[in-house]
Nanobody, 126 residues
């Protein structure tokens, strides 16, 4: 099994930036796509962005494309979410997740992901 732990959340003003990290332990994540999801207050968990197992492909939701960037460092068993130009509507709990598919690109459905972190709160003040 793999354990995922997010960090880097906090309070930031609108227009600011944050970088979230997701550290994996237990085994290597290098052969699995990774993704970030978020849960806005009172809403279902939604897809933010994903990165393929080798880092060659990324894709994002329309709401964050051009502002957020997913990256990974397989040697460090870590995945990152760089968030720029933050808006109040980005306020949410952010989760990283590991795909259950070997050597994939990472889909948008939560059901694809077998392992999840506990989440980190991001609050953007307007």
């Amino acid at each position: 099994q793999v354990q995922l732990v997010e960090s880097g959340g906090g309070l930031v003003q609108a227009g600011g930036s944050l970088r979230l990290s997701c550290a994996a332990s237990g085994r290597s994540i290098s052969r699995y796509a990774m993704a970030w999801f978020r849960r806005l207050p009172g809403k279902e968990r939604e897809f933010v962005g994903a990165i393929s197992w080798n880092g060659g492909t990324t894709h994002y939701s329309d709401s964050v494309a051009g502002r957020f960037t997913v990256s990974r460092n397989n040697a460090r068993s870590s995945v990152y979410l760089q968030m720029n130009s933050l808006k109040a509507e980005d306020t949410a709990v952010y989760y990283c997740a590991e795909s259950s598919r070997l050597m994939g690109v990472g889909g948008t459905a939560p059901s694809e992901y077998a392992y999840w972190g506990q989440g980190t709160q991001v609050t953007v003040s307007s």
